[in-house]
């Protein structure tokens, strides 16, 4: 017997810009017929010429603006619920750049996809807003969504689910994230797989921020071989100016190699050089470092070194860091940092866990250093002194075995400190090292203006515990003498609290990682969460992190903490 039609799936509401369109859908079993009306459930005055299929889009929209549908068969009809379109204009009260987003194929047969995520922790809801600008082509798309207090959303692919994308086309270019109140923003860009991904976290940078015309920024740990390949980019964070940077290469003595490579970008915008050794002429190097110079007066611009692992496709974002001691405006002095995390050591999944640590003297003199190791799981301790000449670089792979005394065949991870006496920039590199070749995540060098003080409120974005990814937390002491307590608490989308709070307490200058900090917490699991971290112990100076390891290949991506 056949009866009125049955609406299965509701048309939702939705928030969108000014003067863009928005689209509602029903899905109803039963129905022959349909219209569309303009106003509140049930109100017929105002019906939508022509919008007589399950789908609608609306006209550019600049109020906010209500729609509802009937469905109707020769037995009758339903009325749906009144689906509520927001308009809002884009907000300036915040706005931050992710350099990169993509759904793009890639060398190697590599799909490079994005996912984005928004924390707002005020204590009210925050509208935010999504501007994508391409720089393949013209294509600019917007969104908007409202996050409520205390909230997380993440969109997976953001291109597609956001931003208008087909799933069979192509992107890529850089998103801006405008919000009416301050909201945390994290992003990561990743190689789609049918095994898995195999990703980089990609910061958010805020637009007027980053190196200023005349200062040089540092790029370490770079390589072109057969093993990996290099591309840089540059992001152009001013305001109506167009501005060109330089990157120069720069081999183990610290001699120029090639020529350097000028990109011109234009604002709100950034551009990759890829193969960037090959775009200067420099050849291949195992071990290597990039200046980056802004030379437009006026602008302002951000840089990233993306390392690819050649045979696995796993990528390493290295972030610029401004340079230091090489002038007598920035004067060499006696400097000491924390590689929270370096290990030699067997993980969850038949996983081998390895650390890469690299340094680079820009100062006019020579380094005089020294690594001094910690472990966080024994008594073991390791120390190495050595000299870097003025201008070079240094990488230790497989920083354990290499100079700290620990076998090929031994397990350890602990806390390495460098120390200087100028100023040096510091870079490690920790990943899974497989036959097939490594994953890994691009771990900093922490010095005192990296902490969260006692007081404060961290933010670690971006976490999901589910079949596919596993999380983990640390929390580094950077302070001198003294043990440090941190607590991380957990959040889901809406806000609400995941489980009960996690305490871990470090020693002076080491770091401690809770693994599977969702179980820690008994919170279950959880495809969109965030963490916060609080330093409980009042005089101390800390640091964290997350590790979100990708379940089936064992790829990790570092989530650094963001100060709320």
Sequence with gaps: MVGTPT???QPADVTILTGHTATLAVTATGATGTQWYRGTSGATAHPVAGATSASYTTPTLATTTSYWVRVSNGCGSVDSATATVTVTGVPTAHAVMVP????????????????VSVVNRNAGPATVVLEYTSVVDSTTAA?????PAGGTVMWRDVL???????????????????SDVPVTVASRTYNETPQGTFGQYMPSVETGSGLASGEVGVLPHLSQNGAYRTHVGLANLSTGLSCSGRITLHDQGGDTIGSP?????EPGRSLQQDYVFTAAGAGPRDVAYATVEVLTAGCRMWAYGSVVDAATGDPTTIPVQPQAGASAASPAVASTYVVPVVAHWPGAGDTA???DVSVVNRSASKANMTLSYASVTDTMTGSYATTVAAGATVMW??????VLGLAPSGTNKGTLQVISDVPLTVASRTYNETPEGTFGQYIPALAASSTVAAGKTGVLPHLTQSAAYRTHVGFANLSSSGSCTGRFRLFGPTGAALGSPVEVTAAAGRSIQRDYVFAAAGAGTADVAYATVEVVTGTCEAW??????DAATGDPTTIPVQEE
């Design 7 to 9: 609406i299965t799936a």
């Design 100 to 115: 990169v987003v993509a759904h793009w194929p890639g060398a190697g047969g590599t799909a490079w996809r994005s996912d």
């Design 143 to 147: 969104s908007a969504a409202a996050i």
């Design 160 to 178: 597609v689910a956001a931003l208008g994308l087909a799933p069979g086309g192509t992107g890529k270019g850089t998103l801006e994230v405008a």
């Design 261 to 265: 490579v000028t990109l011109a970008v």
């Design 353 to 355: 866990w390895r650390s």
């Design 397 to 402: 792979r497989d920083v354990l075995v290499a």
């Design 544 to 549: 964290a992190y997350a590790s979100v390891v």
